[in-house]
């Protein structure tokens, strides 16, 4: 019995050791809703019904970086309902969503 407890406890602190932590965007946060979510390699594509990622205009189509917002060209006609999803095939990436 104490020999599963400890194992269980191992496991515990292995799983928390690979753990992440949420972080705030602060001053570069999002000022609408975000609906779709696309992780590539160490960028992060991010499609909603937003206009602005801090100050900078992003117009429903952002990616994050780790340390800032870059646009994608000229973004997408957010008041038809913005980007849903996000794929990728043949290594270019395709948005969805009510344009």
């Not at 019995?1 to 928390?16: A, E």
Request: charged share 15%; hydrophobic share 40%; aromatic share 16%.
């Amino acid at each position: 019995m104490k020999k599963t407890i400890s194992y269980i406890i191992l496991l515990l602190l292995v799983i928390n050791s690979y753990s992440q932590q949420w972080i705030s965007f602060e001053e570069d946060s999002l000022d609408s809703n975000v609906r779709s979510f696309y992780p590539d390699d160490s960028l992060l594509y991010v499609g909603g019904s937003f206009h602005f990622g801090g100050t900078l205009s992003l117009m429903g189509a952002g990616i994050w970086n780790n340390v800032q917002w870059d646009s994608m060209e000229s973004g997408v006609n957010v008041g038809a309902g913005g980007i849903y999803c996000f794929t990728k095939y043949k290594n270019k990436l395709y948005a969805g969503g009510g344009f």
